[in-house]
């Protein structure tokens, strides 16, 4: 009995542009879902991120040009504390030097000179936790870089932990 091998082979190269084809859609459908960056979000993830190296660094006075004179943080936990600018630097720079990251960042602008920033700030040490946030930035001059943070209203994603700079 002879074997049909054209058949089979014409099975076989049938089956992998099959296996291909699914594998390429599942590559198309994964590269559809990571969100190109904005032009608002290399601004703002740049100034966020440092806010976080000025925190780590325990630079209050870099700290001091990107935050607003009229700053405030707005903690949503039960004791819901609101703190000003120098008591949240100083606060931020007695906290042990901890590891984050941002992710999920999304910029909306108000106008020329109101940006928000919304994310979720992931802290790995030395306790794990995430933390929603929310920024308002306020234009503080001409440049892209002339921006200040007004406003962070700031919430732990689990019970019993805090946000950085919050008195405890």
Not at 7 to 26: F, P, V
Not at 64 to 73: D, H, K, Q, S
Not at 78 to 87: A, C, E, I
Not at 130 to 155: E, K
């Amino acid at each position: 009995m002879r074997v049909n091998t054209r058949g089979c082979w014409a099975g076989i190269c049938a089956g992998i542009l099959l296996l291909s084809s699914a594998a390429m859609n599942a590559v198309r459908a994964q590269a559809e879902r990571i969100p190109t960056p904005t032009y608002g979000m290399v601004i703002f993830g740049r100034l966020e991120q440092v806010i976080i190296d000025s925190v780590k660094r325990r630079d209050a006075e870099k700290l001091g040009t990107l935050v607003a004179p009229n700053f405030m943080l707005h903690v949503n936990t039960t004791s819901g504390p609101m703190v000003q600018k120098s008591d949240w630097i100083a606060q931020s720079l007695r906290e042990p030097p901890f590891d984050s990251r941002i992710e999920r960042l999304t910029v909306r602008d108000v106008d020329n000179n109101i940006s928000i920033a919304s994310f979720v700030w992931s802290i790995s040490s030395p306790e794990a936790h995430s933390i929603a946030v929310v920024d308002v930035w306020n234009r503080s001059g001409t440049g892209p870089d002339n921006w200040a943070l007004r406003v962070r209203y700031a919430t732990p994603l689990m019970d019993n932990m805090h946000v950085p700079g919050e008195f405890r």
